[in-house]
């Protein structure tokens, strides 16, 4: 085996997804350089294919051509037309590669380190404000019918209560029975369906009609645990450069409500920029006070599922002696909920 084989046969396979990955990512050029060296594939390139009849010296223009730049030229060649165009120059690369002894591994790290210095890779699709907002909402949507189970604890004026425990019974997005299961309010019911809230308590014969934000308790209303989606109740706009949340670089929206039965008045989420989870947010009252603060402090995997596991809510209204409220969701089970347990008659039977 000579040393032009051998180099051959250490190339780097690269795949098409690979190269979508990168570009779609916006990993841009330290990501390309760094795996796929420059210096390694000019000298791959150049010691392949029949080496002894090699020239390094470039062949002198045709009389009256003209000279483009080298920015100029990769700008308006095969790679020009972003990641389409490249897959297409890598299946006419593979057929000629052959009869050319050039590997199709270096030819391809050549068009991906070409394509990322023309900035092609820079120029990837940013996601959108409400695309944002979807992404952030998957971990709370990963169980579209579960049953869940939570801890709640209350700290204000520097005592912590006792905590609580509920059952989240949830079918969709907008349906949900909050059984409380162990604590002060043990055997307390809230349902949930659409914009229509009722409060059940022990020993009551009737289910009682409250707000949306019925609070279960501290500064933790019903909505916050069971209701509240992003993308569903605001529209979101960029409110200026990215801020760093517990040590993580977090995009900033700023939440328009869609309409006046939103749960809250507005506010301001910050999604990571790295896996577009969640980190803070501040929501409003409709005059546009801030509320609440709420921070989603861990996730996790259940059932093979990314979810929220633990996040705290301080209210903003109380003072100096203002609530802070954490909830810790300690398991998810898909389940099948029955219609009839989603409606007062049935709650309040349950």
């Known amino acids: 085996m000579n040393g032009s084989t051998a180099r051959a046969g250490r190339a780097r396979p690269f795949a098409a997804s690979q190269l979508a990955d990168l570009l779609l990512a916006g990993r841009l050029r330290a990501i390309a350089l760094r795996?796929?060296?420059?210096?390694e594939t000019f000298r791959e390139l150049t010691s392949?294919?029949?080496?002894?009849?090699?020239?390094?010296?470039?062949?002198?223009?045709?009389?009256?051509?003209?000279?483009?730049?080298?920015?100029?030229?990769?700008?308006?060649?095969?790679?020009?037309?972003?990641?389409?165009?490249?897959?297409?120059?890598?299946?006419?690369?593979?057929?000629g590669a052959k009869r050319r002894g050039i590997?199709?591994?270096?030819?391809?790290?050549?068009a991906v380190i070409a394509c990322l210095w023309a900035g092609v890779g820079g120029a990837a699709t940013a996601l959108s404000p409400n695309e944002l907002l979807k992404l952030a909402d998957a971990p709370k949507e990963a169980f579209p019918e579960a049953v869940i189970h939570a801890k709640i604890g209350v700290t204000e004026n520097g005592n912590t209560t006792s905590p609580a425990e509920f059952e989240l019974y949830k079918k969709g997005d907008d349906r949900g029975l909050v059984v409380f299961t162990a604590g002060r309010q043990k055997g307390r019911k809230i349902l949930t369906v659409g914009d229509r809230v009722w409060?059940?308590?022990?020993?009551?014969?009737?289910?009682?009609?409250?707000?949306p934000n019925q609070r279960l308790m501290g500064g933790a209303s019903l909505a916050d645990v069971s209701k509240l989606r992003f993308s569903q109740e605001?529209?979101?706009?960029?409110?200026?450069?990215?801020e760093t949340v517990d040590g993580r670089e977090c995009d900033v929206l700023k939440l328009t409500p869609k309409s006046a039965k939103s749960s809250y008045g507005g506010g301001t989420l910050w999604v990571d920029r790295q896996d577009h989870r969640a980190r803070k947010a501040v929501v409003a009252l409709v005059s546009g006070k801030p509320a609440k603060e709420i921070t989603f402090d861990r996730?996790?995997?259940q059932a093979g599922k990314t979810v929220l596991e633990s996040m705290t809510i301080k209210d903003l209204l109380g003072g100096p002696s203002a609530s802070v409220t954490r909830i810790d969701y300690t398991n998810y089970r898909a389940a099948k909920i029955d219609e009839e347990l989603l409606t007062p008659e049935g709650a309040l039977n349950f």
């Open 299 to 301: 996730y996790g995997k």
């Open 199 to 211: 409060l059940i308590v022990p020993g009551s014969s009737h289910a009682i009609a409250v707000t």
């Open 234 to 242: 605001f529209d979101a706009a960029s409110a200026g450069p990215p």
């Open 48 to 95: 392949v294919a029949r080496p002894a009849r090699v020239s390094t010296t470039p062949a002198p223009p045709a009389p009256g051509a003209r000279s483009r730049p080298l920015g100029a030229r990769i700008a308006n060649g095969p790679c020009s037309e972003g990641p389409v165009a490249l897959q297409e120059t890598r299946l006419q690369s593979s057929r």
């Open 103 to 110: 590997p199709v591994a270096a030819r391809l790290r050549l």
């Open 35 to 39: 795996v796929y060296p420059v210096e």
